[in-house]
């Protein structure tokens, strides 16, 4: 259709390519930008490009050729076509006749230079149009295009009130030089730190979002593209700036700003940074205004937060990887201080017993430099004590001595406590590229690590004594306290460490064996799913089936009194025989157990037809069924049938499952299946001891073969 409304001139009709078999040849319709007619052709792709754009320029008379270019019209191929790419030109497809990118790029310069503000628009429109072609950015670098881009944004930005039109320009000039920058055709070293202030301070008077978000996207870049770019940026860009922007209510730019800070997190002095962050309250606005806006946090936002935590948190890794260097250290002389606090001493009486005191303190040596020899936790397990006994002097105090009493070590538990959040917090690990797991109570205090500390170190105090622990429990109480911190940190309700606290508090010993338990029947159940353990369960399932019909029939041969249901006050004793061949029964009185001999009446087995439950027992009421009633349908003898009534369940079932076994049949009661899943699964957790913590493959590994010979034997022993 687009063809028979435009088409009006056709190439000769040698050149067309109507029906041909040559390989080389492929059909192509092209328009022009220009004005002129479209053209439907048959182009031979050994020959050179140029010869094809000088064929459609002669057929449009257009002088020139070498200032035209073909690009392509699909959304996904807006690059001009070149001899390089021309390889992915199909036979049918559309092309664009417009000016080259040389020209393109000209057009460009020369329209900036025309003072006016159509020229302009016009420049920067062809600018933002071609932006992300790599053809026409190497022609617009070849005229130092680069340069001129950045004096028109410095022109541009000088107005920090830019009117709607303004705004729309310095939008495109600054996206058309992201566009340029992230084809890597340009290095970064040539951005003078100039111009990176002039944007710091155009963002810190900027209050338009799609401003704000180009730009700190480009600091963003500049960041991890030229170390050189750091300071300019820190200096410039005011850390009230980024507080504001933390707290707009554009997800943009929110996302942008987190993704800027995590930036000069990595590519700075973290520590130095970090402490300007917490100086102004940052992180506790990103808690307020990011996290704390919206129900569930995006994922992209989600992994910024998770950057920045482990940035944040990766500056304790220095102080985890640290030892003592010697009794000057200055580490030392807080655990000095640590005994000094706790006993009321002075420094002079205190170093005269002072390693009596360490091992008061629950330290395991008489230097206790050589328990922080471990890396992590390091000297970072000192900071935290010191913390704790200088931010609480009173609870820490109180607390320590407290459990000291309960035998509680203070030292050794600070020490593995340490260790254990350094491992949930996951310090030092390196940053994954995908990952979004967060805490949401780390952006809400200054000092979170050590305040995070405090509270666990007094959950530990408190499991502590829950568990009536003494020294030889200590690996027990930490895999508890574990459990507990790692159960609360998960919660997605824990959005600051205050609800931390509280909920942490309120999770008692009890509980958290009532989880373990959960855990480990959800664990074994997995476990039994296995194809291999299902295996073994079938094999040992008939064993366990033996022992249940032994049980049975050894309470048939122990004998048990059944009442009469015809007759309420009659009391029946039945016994088996020792060679479950007969079954005795009678009446009798009192509670004394009467001989096999003494009852009148037997049951051969062999004659036994049927257990009678329900409905088939006759009592002295009509209309009346007992559950615990059943009876045995026997041929011979006078009666031809036994009917009882036993006075519990268990007695029920015990005897219906031994009358069942007598006559050939299953045990099915409900007593017989609990007892065979109770014995199963107790058998299963037996047999499969060995390989605790191993993981179960579902097939078995496959059984090499044979090999061709037995030479490698030893035949004669003495060989040895």
């Not at 569930?296 to 260097?325: D, M, W």
């Not at 899943?677 to 590994?701: G, Q, V």
Request: proline share 5%.
């Amino acid at each position: 259709k687009n063809f028979q409304n435009k088409t009006t001139a056709i190439l000769p009709l040698e050149l067309m390519a109507s029906q041909t078999d040559d390989f080389n040849k492929i059909k192509l319709f092209i328009e022009s930008e220009l004005g002129s007619d479209s053209l439907l052709l048959s182009w031979d792709t050994a020959l050179p490009l140029r010869a094809l754009i000088a064929e459609i320029c002669s057929q449009w008379s257009m002088k020139n050729p070498e200032s035209f270019a073909l690009k392509y019209t699909s959304s996904n191929q807006r690059y001009f076509l070149t001899d390089e790419n021309r390889k992915e030109l199909k036979s049918g497809q559309q092309l664009h006749l417009s000016s080259s990118p040389k020209k393109l790029a000209e057009e460009v310069k020369h329209f900036a230079v025309i003072n006016t503000d159509e020229a302009r628009e016009k420049c920067y429109n062809l600018l933002k149009q071609y932006s992300k072609d790599p053809i026409f950015i190497t022609a617009f670098l070849a005229i130092d295009g680069i340069h001129f881009l950045i004096e028109s944004i410095q022109k541009e930005i000088i107005n920090s009130n830019p009117d709607e039109q303004l705004i729309k320009t310095i939008d495109g000039l600054l996206e058309s030089f992201q566009d340029i920058m992230e084809q890597s055709m340009v290095s970064w070293t040539i951005i003078q730190p100039e111009y990176i202030i002039n944007l710091c301070e155009f963002l810190n008077k900027q209050k338009e979002p799609q401003l704000q978000t180009k730009v700190l996207t480009l600091l963003e870049n500049a960041l991890f593209n030229s170390e050189r770019l750091y300071l300019p940026i820190f200096e410039s860009l005011s850390v009230e700036t980024l507080l504001s922007l933390t707290a707009d209510k554009n997800p943009g730019v929110q996302l942008a700003t987190l993704s800027f800070i995590n930036a000069m997190l990595a590519k700075g002095n973290t520590m130095e940074y970090l402490k300007l962050l917490k100086k102004h309250r940052v992180l506790q606005s990103i808690c307020s205004h990011v996290i704390g806006r919206y129900p569930q946090v995006k994922p992209e936002v989600a992994h910024q937060l998770y950057v920045c935590q482990n940035l944040s948190l990766g500056v304790l890794e220095k102080r985890a990887t640290s030892r003592f260097i010697d009794h000057y250290d200055h580490s030392y002389k807080n655990l000095v201080f640590l005994v000094n606090s706790l006993h009321l001493q002075t420094p002079d009486t205190a170093a005269k017993n002072i390693e009596d005191e360490f091992i008061k303190l629950g330290f395991l040596n008489e230097d206790p430099t050589e328990d922080f020899n471990e890396v992590p936790p390091g000297l970072l397990a000192i900071d935290c004590m010191m913390y704790f006994a200088q931010s609480q002097p009173e609870n820490f105090t109180r607390q320590v001595l407290r459990k000291l009493e309960f035998q509680c070590p203070f030292g050794q538990t600070s020490i593995f406590l340490t260790k254990m959040m350094y491992s949930l917090l996951k310090v030092g690990d390196p940053v994954s590229d995908i990952s979004t797991d967060y805490f949401p109570m780390f952006f809400s205090i200054e000092n979170f690590f050590e305040e995070f500390f405090c509270i666990n170190i007094q959950l530990l105090f408190k499991t502590w004594r829950e568990m009536r622990a003494t020294p030889i429990d200590f690996d027990k109480v930490m895999s508890v306290v574990q459990k507990q911190i790692d159960m609360v940190m998960r919660d997605h309700e824990v959005s600051s460490l205050d609800s931390y606290r509280r909920k942490i508090m309120q999770l008692n010993y009890s509980q958290i064996l009532k989880q373990l338990d959960i855990e480990k029947e959800h664990q074994d159940a997995n476990i039994f799913k296995a194809k291999p353990v299902i295996e073994l369960r079938d094999r040992i399932q008939p064993q366990i089936m033996d022992l249940i019909k032994t049980q049975r029939l050894n309470q048939l041969v122990k004998g048990e009194s059944f009442t009469d249901p015809k007759r309420s006050k009659k009391t029946i004793f039945c016994k088996l025989t020792l060679n479950h061949k007969f079954l005795h029964y009678g009446e009798v009185d009192g509670s004394k157990t009467p001989t096999i001999e003494s009852l009148e009446k037997k049951i051969q087995v062999s004659h036994m037809k049927e257990l009678l439950l329900g409905k088939d027992i006759v009592f002295k009421q009509k209309n009346k069924i007992e559950s615990h009633a059943f009876g045995i349908a026997f041929s011979g003898g006078e009666d031809k049938r036994l009917e009882l009534l036993a006075t519990d369940e268990r007695k029920f079932c015990v005897w219906i499952d031994g009358i069942r076994i007598l006559l050939g049949q299953p045990p099915d009661s409900d007593l017989a299946t609990s007892d065979m899943e109770t014995l199963l699964n107790m058998d299963m957790k037996i047999h499969l001891l060995a390989i605790e913590n191993i993981p179960i493959p579902d097939y078995p590994p496959v059984i090499p073969p044979n090999p061709p010979n037995l030479d490698f034997c030893i035949s004669d022993p003495l060989d040895l």
